[in-house]
């Protein structure tokens, strides 16, 4: 592990961090340690799942680690809750702010801690004090605006002049930059270089590269729960550490013959959705998507692939663009008529959306096509053909202990997926989305999923692949498109992408760019 | 629909202005004084119950037990009153201590032990309307009223300058202690909702959770707070019905204020002063319909009389409700034109794909 | 043995419920000065003991007083000296088997809708009217001035299409006024427990008004509406084929009840055999799920709505046609529409619970009414009510105390430790 060697103590040591979680089998942090000198900016950079979101929760309190020490300026720290993490100087700004809409900046800011006379609150007071905190710190604010008026970025400002004012002297920032326009991504790194002036020491955590670039003085690595590496941001390139990030080469392998490609089934344009907090997840994204072919969408999550699959699917309303299926357009069909023009969908979450656990085998399998013969004729159902249904897709998929007209939901995660595979392919669907299909599941189950998905294609279906795990996309895909921000940056040919080009794409970052960088050294 | 609204919001809002204005002129003008002064004094159970519900959906928890917290205020007053036949003031204190209790305990049975919120308030309301009967039966030997010379409804209190101005001084003047007590509680509850450290605190609990846990509050604490205040001042709204407009105790009294109360609440978006002018219009349309009874030329049928006010609930609630869809339409419709432009100039400007961010001391790139 | 256990579970709770509801409420019993066993066993002895009967015991074997002066040890529910009041409480029971279902219907939907009340009495009214109004035109029609020479056939006829006619037209109303709230709901997203309670109201004071003034048949003290014509009467057992059963005496249980339980079965085949019934279960409350798989969710709320506003109605107008035969003034009140809610909420909406409730609680009632037991008045059967409700929904916490107990803590399975979803 590179570093300075610092003359003063560190502000944050972590040492030899460990984390499982045992109810999904995963090893979050395997031996990790960090270290983050005073008044530096930090950058942590990963994947989904690389850990860096585990690793600065159990800095903050709200997990505790299995193994290994924290140590904050030098001296050891127990800490088993946020407030523990606020006494000692540490603040956090979350993804999704925590912010009181209605209540003006100031009220936000000293909630918890508003100067007041027996309980009356001394409002001008308040404000004097965030006018006299926000200008210390260069960040100026208009106390009495509420914060439902202002921008996006302006609150970000708040949920920092927050822990601040906690008198924190670590912050912990956590992707900030998802939800800022370009103009106030810049705000936001001075404000950062500020800070770090001020002596403050900067966590970020992110996986945009370019901003690491433009204001990080180190950056950790993390893959897979390891910290795969520390290195001055000077002295590496940006596709190196998108390299890093991703990994080596394929370690997974899927047998599979080149693609046929037939015509166009399904096809988006220009396509709009609205995200949380009224700004648009999706913002002009579009692709084709042909019949014998995988296109997989990669990308770290958050950047709008949740609210596409919703769109496509029909259970996110469409603000802008269109959706075509087989040429007729359904950019505002029900999800019904969708499923008819012979979509299926294989949902993120298998437990809340894909299958109703609260019931048993039979009633789940027959969601989709109940309506229709020979599972009920006009209106009745027809018990018998939905139990073979039932068996037929226990054989079929090899859903282990699982049987016909018994309850789901103390089956693996692995078995809840079968079946969901299941009912969605049992149709002979044309199209099929699949979004993160092996979420959760253990590596035989993940063979299984592949080796089906490859073979629906073969006879002749459509998929779209949405995951975040690069190996899965490089391993399925014949073509993979990258997406960051709403936008679909590029459409690579698999057989000749390689995990640096898409490792960047999924960082914000260029090719052309990459290309110029590689020119310069 | 949205575009007209669009256009024309500011002209229709101008228009719903002049329309409300001589509304308000001529009630206050048109109709008799008796009929208003009943209106402002029919007004004030809404005016507490209201207040009470606000409370507590400002903590985020939406009290459905109003009713019983009213009915068991009512039935408190006259038995307190009964037992030691003491100044009416003490009745409407037990009352309120009695809601309060009442309040606790709910919130306690649905914080703590978690019990679903719609089937608590049913039955904790089925619990009371039974047990004040219960009660009344058992302690008292009263069947279905309890009435009794020594219970003393609320006097009437003279204000002593204000009521010698000529119009209004016969409007403000003349009512019992609770009304008066209902308008202060209009600015009490507004200054503790805005003005005091609890007040941020339930507010911040109440529409966004986990902001006040981040910070600190502690949730349950300050929601089992609201709504024992909640429940004191639906104790307190009960105590007007038993003994500031007769003396007595009726089963069900209550007869549904609760629920409208809530209703108020939810017509003026939980916000006291708007709360208070609401329960006066409810006060006037139950005053209207016992007026209209009293005036037997007109034959109008009581019964339907009776269900003006339910009628004019169903409206509120309808119109509440029609706002709203109307601002979330509103709001999908200028994200959706506001959204496409921006993508439209993305396009026309480069190609697919951001440029790297720059920071401030370069000059911006063709973005 | 599996099945076994699995209704052991399912049945203990409510058990367990019902027993610390009556513990809970003899504390009133014993503050009222009386002593709680003693007032359950008349309560429960007034509600559905047969004659004679006065202790817990006795509910299920009596001593039954012979023609010769001896006593004979007999089945209590069989023993029809006198009248059974089994036959009490199921008359009773069926207005609650009804709305009850109409309840669990809505709820099943995810729809909080209390309207029963409202529903019921509508549906009353409207078969009290055309119960003397439909009768009337068609005898109108036929050119018959006195009911009693109408021809046997006529009568025969009548006898069969006029209830039907009375009921569908009940029905009708009832879904009508519970689809208006439904609507509200789905267009407007307006709070249904609060909208119900409100046109519930409405309703109550709508058939005051009706009976007080057009529908009102003579200057009586208490107004009530005519009453319905023979034809459309629906003659409960005791008048017609089981007059000489003794059993039967004493209440006008009916066709009323048959109808309801066959109700009862259409709505189980409804919910668990029909692809609607089907739709409905997995919409409950917007579920992610439905709308995943294309369920055409808002249809079917609807849908639920209307059928729960049809079974109050059709329950307003069976109680109209078979007990009443009018509407008194004071029934809008009766409060009869929320008690299956409260049936229906104990039942944990299952249909055989609500079959099995539903008795339950109408003897109940009975019994708090009748059993004049020094000074205790007829609502400590409500108050007896609301202890169950309040236990039997406090299920998960009552488990936890059980667990805790027999410290044999089931370790439950949960997908995601905190702090997970994070990584």
């Known amino acids: 592990m590179k570093g300075k060697s610092q003359a003063m103590t560190s502000a944050v040591e972590m040492r030899h961090i460990r984390k499982f979680f045992p109810s999904s089998q995963v090893l979050a942090s395997d031996d990790v340690s960090l270290e983050v000198a005073q008044g530096e900016i930090h950058a942590i950079v990963g994947e989904n799942g690389a850990g860096k979101t585990t690793l600065m929760s159990m800095l903050y309190g709200l997990i505790p680690p299995d193994e290994g020490e924290i140590y904050i300026n030098g001296a050891l720290a127990h800490i088993a809750h946020p407030h523990d993490a606020i006494r000692l100087g540490i603040g956090m700004v979350h993804q999704h702010f925590k912010l009181v809409p209605s209540f003006t900046i100031a009220e936000n800011i000293m909630l918890g801690i508003e100067p007041n006379r027996g309980g009356f609150i001394d409002s001008k007071a308040e404000a004097e004090v965030v006018r006299e905190l926000a200008n210390n710190f260069g960040l100026p604010v208009n106390p009495n605006l509420h914060v439902r008026d202002i921008s996006v970025g302006m609150q970000q400002r708040v949920e920092i002049l927050k822990i601040l004012q906690r008198d924190a002297k670590i912050l912990i920032l956590d992707e900030p930059t998802a939800v800022l326009t370009p103009q106030e991504v810049s705000e936001l790194l001075s404000v950062i270089r500020k800070l770090a002036q001020t002596g403050r020491t900067i966590l970020l955590i992110t996986h945009k590269l370019l901003e690491v670039k433009e204001i990080a003085d180190r950056v950790t690595v993390m893959r897979r729960g390891q910290n795969v590496g520390t290195y001055k941001v000077s002295g590496v390139s940006v596709r190196d550490t998108a390299t890093m990030m991703v990994g080596r080469a394929v370690t997974l392998q899927v047998e599979k013959t080149p693609a046929k490609p037939g015509e166009v089934v399904l096809k988006a344009d220009n396509l709009l959705v609205a995200g949380a907090g009224g700004i648009p997840a999706v913002f002009g994204a579009g692709f084709e998507l042909r019949a014998g072919e995988i296109l997989g969408i990669a990308g770290v999550s958050g950047n709008g692939q949740t609210e596409l699959v919703e769109a496509l699917v029909g259970m996110r309303t469409t603000d802008g663009g269109t959706i075509t299926l087989h040429g007729t357009d359904i950019t505002h069909a029900t999800v019904r008529t969708r499923r008819n023009g012979g979509l299926a969908h294989i949902p993120e979450d298998r437990m809340i959306m894909g299958l109703n656990l609260k019931t048993n085998l039979d009633e789940n399998v027959v969601v989709t096509s109940y309506q229709h013969e020979p599972y009920s004729e006009r209106g009745i159902f027809n018990f018998r053909s939905i139990r073979s249904l039932a068996q037929n897709i226990i054989d079929t998929f090899g859903v282990r202990s699982a049987r016909v007209g018994e309850e789901i939901k103390t089956l693996s995660g692995g078995n809840l997926q079968k079946i969901v595979l299941g009912r969605e392919l049992k149709g002979d669907p044309k199209v099929i989305i699949a979004n993160q299909p092996t979420r959760g599941l253990d590596v035989g189950s993940i063979e299984f999923v592949h080796k089906t998905l490859v073979q629906e294609r073969d006879k002749g279906a459509a998929i779209l692949l949405v995951s975040v795990e690069l190996d899965e996309i490089f391993a399925l895909s014949d073509r993979i498109a990258v997406m960051f921000e709403g936008k679909i940056l590029a459409v690579l040919d698999a057989a000749t992408a390689t995990e640096e080009q898409v490792g960047l794409l999924m960082a914000g970052g260029s090719l052309e760019h990459a290309e110029s960088e590689k020119a310069q050294e | ?367 | 043995m599996n099945v076994i256990r699995q209704t052991l579970d399912r049945v203990s709770i409510p058990i367990i419920a019902i027993l610390l509801g009556l513990a809970a409420s003899s504390f009133f019993v014993a503050l009222a000065g009386a002593n709680p066993i003693d007032a359950y066993q008349r309560l429960f002895c007034e509600g559905f003991g047969p004659k004679g009967c006065a202790t817990f015991g006795d509910l299920i074997f009596v001593q039954a007083e012979q023609e010769d002066g001896s006593f004979q040890t007999v089945f209590s529910p069989t023993y029809g000296a006198g009248g059974n009041r089994l036959a009490l409480v199921l008359e009773q029971a069926t207005p609650l088997i009804l709305t009850a279902l109409s309840a669990a219907v809505a709820f099943q939907v995810g729809m909080f809708s209390i309207g029963m009340d409202g529903q019921f009495v509508l549906g009353g009214i409207v078969a009290a009217f055309l119960g003397y109004w439909i009768p009337d035109q068609i005898y109108l029609a036929a050119g018959v001035t006195d009911p009693e020479t109408a021809s046997e056939s006529l009568r025969t006829i009548m006898h069969l299409v006029v209830p039907l006619l009375c009921i569908g037209a009940s029905m009708l109303v009832g879904a009508i006024y519970s689809w208006i709230p439904g609507i509200l709901k789905i267009r407007l997203n307006v709070n249904e427990l609060i909208s119900t309670i409100i046109f519930n109201a409405i309703a109550v004071q709508l058939v005051g008004y009706l009976v007080n003034f057009p529908l009102r048949s003579d200057m009586n003290n208490i107004a009530r509406t005519r009453r319905i014509d023979d034809t459309a009467w629906l003659i409960p057992f005791n008048r017609g084929i089981f007059a000489d059963i003794e059993w039967f005496s004493g209440a006008r249980l009916g066709i009323g009840l048959i109808i309801a339980l066959l109700a009862a079965g259409l709505v189980w085949f409804f919910l668990w055999r029909t692809t609607a019934g089907y739709e409905q279960r997995m919409t409950r409350g917007s579920s992610l799920f439905a709308r995943f798989g294309g369920i055409p969710s808002a249809r079917a709320a609807l849908r639920a709505m209307l059928i729960s506003g049809a079974l109050s109605g059709l329950a307003g107008a069976l109680y109209i046609l078979g007990v009443e035969r009018r509407v008194v003034d004071g029934f809008a009140t009766s409060g009869t529409g929320f008690e299956g809610v409260l049936v229906a909420i104990l039942s944990k909406e299952s249909i055989i619970g609500i079959l099995l409730v539903a008795p339950f609680f109408a003897g109940l009632n009975l019994g708090a009414i009748n059993f004049q037991f020094g000074n205790l008045p007829r609502q400590l059967g409500g108050i007896i009510i609301a202890f169950i409700i309040l236990f039997s929904s406090m299920e998960d916490f009552i488990r936890l105390q059980l667990a805790k107990l027999t410290n044999r803590g089931r370790a439950r399975r949960r997908d995601k430790t905190p702090g997970e979803a994070a990584v």
């Open chain 2, 1 to 367: 629909m949205i575009s007209f609204l669009n256009r024309y919001g500011r002209q229709l809002r101008i228009l719903l202005l002049i329309v409300g204005i001589l509304l308000l002129l001529f009630i206050l003008f048109g109709l008799p004084m008796n009929l208003l002064q009943s209106s402002i004094r029919l007004a004030t159970p809404y005016v507490l119950g209201s207040l009470a519900a606000i409370i507590a959906s400002r903590a985020g928890v939406l009290n459905l037990a109003i009713e019983g917290m009213m009915l068991i205020g009512s039935f408190i007053a006259v038995a307190v009153l009964y037992k030691t036949g003491l100044d009416p003031l003490i009745g409407v204190l037990a009352a309120t201590i009695a809601g309060g209790l009442l309040g606790t305990i709910f919130a306690v049975l649905y914080l703590r032990i978690k019990i679903n919120l719609i089937i608590l308030a049913l039955a904790v309301n089925l619990f009371i309307a039974n047990a004040t009967v219960f009660f009344l039966r058992t302690s008292f030997g009263a069947f279905g009223t309890l009435a009794d010379p020594s219970i003393r409804s609320l006097p009437t209190i003279q204000l002593p300058l204000i009521s010698q101005i000529p119009y209004v001084g016969s409007l403000l003047g003349g009512y019992n202690a609770v009304v008066y007590i209902s308008w202060i509680m209009v600015i009490v509850i507004w200054g503790v909702l805005f003005r005091t450290q609890f007040g941020r605190h339930i507010r911040a609990v109440g529409e966004n959770r986990e902001a006040a846990v981040s910070v600190g509050i502690n949730v349950t604490r300050v929601q089992i707070f609201a709504l024992t205040l909640s429940g004191m001042l639906a104790g307190m709204a009960g105590s007007f019905l038993s003994i500031g407009v007769l003396s007595q105790f009726v089963a069900d009294m209550t007869a549904g204020r609760g629920w409208t109360s809530i209703t108020v609440s939810l017509f003026a978006f939980e916000q006291p002063i708007p709360a208070f002018f609401t329960s006066l219009f409810f006060g006037l349309s139950e005053a209207l319909s016992f007026y209209l009874q009293s005036r037997p030329e007109l034959q109008l049928p009581p019964d339907l009389l009776l269900a003006l006010p339910q009628i004019v609930t169903v409206l509120a609630l309808v119109l509440v409700a029609i706002r709203i869809r109307a601002g979330v339409l509103l709001r999908r419709h200028n994200f959706a034109t506001q959204f496409t432009q921006e993508l439209q100039k993305l396009r026309q400007g480069q190609l697919i794909g951001d440029a790297p961010p720059k920071a401030p001391e370069q000059p911006a790139s063709a973005d």
